[in-house]
Nanobody, 115 residues
Framework: QVQLVESGGGSVQAGGSLRLSCTAS????????MEWYRQAPGNQRELVAD???????SYADSVKGRFTISRDNAKNTVYLQMNGLKPEDTAVYYC?????????WGQGTQVTVSS
């Protein structure tokens, strides 16, 4: 089992920045893949960024160059640094961990970007 707790959401104006954190209940060095998803009202949940156990990252085209995912194994935490925020980034952001082919979700954190 892996419990995940997200934090760092809030309300910002367009062009601003936020850093989301996702802290796991166990060592993330044993977790194969850590992901950030988001879901806006009326939309499907979409993958924003992920980072493998080896530190390889990938991003959705819509956030490339603006968002950065990173992991701190010593703190059992994955971060999503979000710069240049746009109103279309408004959503609930969720963290997911994949361990032994099983996915675990956090409860989500709201990000609201005003124009």
């Amino acid at each position: 089992q892996v419990q995940l707790v997200e934090s760092g959401g809030g309300s910002v104006q367009a062009g601003g920045s936020l850093r989301l954190s996702c802290t796991a209940s166990r060592s993330i060095s044993s977790i194969d893949l850590m992901e950030w998803y988001r879901q806006a009202p009326g939309n499907q949940r979409e993958l924003v960024a992920d980072v493998t156990k080896d530190g390889m990252t990938s991003y959705a085209d819509s956030v490339k160059g603006r968002f950065t995912i990173s992991r701190d194994n010593a703190k059992n935490t994955v971060y999503l640094q979000m710069n240049g925020l746009k109103p279309e980034d408004t959503a609930v952001y969720y963290c997911r961990a994949i361990r032994y082919a099983t996915g675990y979700w956090g409860q989500g954190t709201q990000v609201t970007v005003s124009s």
